[in-house]
């Protein structure tokens, strides 16, 4: 197929590593300077560089789109997308928090959402949301492409911001923050907490199955019976997001992460999550 990968940051040239290696030609539109440098890892047959977003879609299959998170970019771009694409062409946004009935056009039945997990090439999830005027067509087509590429698209029945990973990571994000803001953990042990217990648990089983496996023999049933109260009973935090205090937590990051590079902890973290796959597979 001939993928256009609109938007070469870091989810777009994870995309694009994504859809090289499964034979495909991709054609990238970035207005970024060093274009040309950041796509000299992939093979030249494969990937290249076009002049600008009409050539890069001119005879696309698939658009994947991965630039700013910003509505009005996105409203702009797809009004373009579906007068410069290919009529057949599935027009696929990235976004990780705008509901695509909010920036497809009239005639938008080839636009949605195919929300990746960063890094895509790595983690199978892909949220895929249809918006109120995309097509059966285009979301059963959608689902085909991504597992063709040996992703695990799950297809979302109401568009809300932040789709569902989003959503479940900033609640769980909120907490930690808060956690850190009264002094309870610093970053790097409250990461310890989670690699060693719910991350590891939720690479197996998800919140809900793990809970029923937590009940016991009794399940979910005996769960909610049991702690279900107490648990509830639990206020969690609200994070102070004023400038000053967030600056606290950058500081604080910094000073747990910021000895190594940022391509020495992406690498540790890739090795992690495909020893991991190797294990678990896909999940379904
Ligand atoms: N980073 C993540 O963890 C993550 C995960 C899932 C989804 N997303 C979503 O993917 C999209 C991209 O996020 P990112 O983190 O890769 O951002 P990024 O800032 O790394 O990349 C955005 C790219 O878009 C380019 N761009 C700007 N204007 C453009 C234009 N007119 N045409 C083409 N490209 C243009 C920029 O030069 C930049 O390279 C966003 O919608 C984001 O919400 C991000």
Redesign the pocket.
């Given at each position: 197929m001939r993928i256009a990968v609109?938007?070469?940051?870091?989810?777009?040239l994870s995309w694009t590593k994504l859809f090289a290696e499964h034979g495909h030609d991709v054609r990238v539109?970035?207005?970024?300077p060093d274009l040309a440098e950041v796509l000299r890892e992939f093979d030249p047959a494969r990937v290249r560089a076009a002049a600008d977003?009409a050539e890069a879609v001119r005879d696309a299959d698939v658009v994947q789109?991965?630039?700013?998170?910003n509505l009005a970019?996105?409203k702009d771009?797809f009004a373009a997308l579906v007068e410069q694409a290919p009529s057949h062409a599935l027009l696929l946004?990235?976004?990780?928090?705008?509901p695509s009935s909010e920036f497809a056009p009239e005639d938008g039945s080839r636009v949605l959402i195919g929300?990746?997990?960063?890094p895509?090439h790595v983690v199978p999830l892909v949220e895929v949301v249809p918006g109120e005027r995309t097509s059966e067509d285009s979301i059963r087509r959608a689902v085909e492409f991504y597992r063709s590429l040996g992703r695990v698209p799950v297809v979302e029945r109401k568009e809300v911001p932040g789709f569902v990973g989003n959503r479940l990571q900033a609640a769980l994000q909120r907490e930690a923050v808060s956690l850190v803001q009264q002094g309870v953990v610093t970053p790097d042990e409250l990461d310890t907490v989670m690699v060693n217990s719910l991350g590891l648990r939720w690479a197996a089983v998800g919140p809900f199955l793990g809970s029923h496996l937590g009940g016991g023999p009794g399940g979910y049933r005996h769960l909610t019976e049991h702690i279900g109260s107490s648990m509830h009973a639990m206020r969690v935090g609200e994070p102070d997001t004023s400038p000053e205090a967030t600056e606290k937590v950058v500081q604080a990051v910094e000073r747990a992460y910021g000895d190594k590079s940022y391509a020495e902890l992406a690498r540790e973290r890739d090795r992690k999550q495909i020893a991991i796959l190797s294990v678990t597979g896909e999940q379904k």
């Open positions: 609109i938007g070469a940051g870091t989810i777009g539109s970035d207005p970024r977003v789109e991965n630039g700013p998170e970019f996105k771009l946004s990235s976004s990780s928090a705008i929300h990746p997990f960063n895509p």
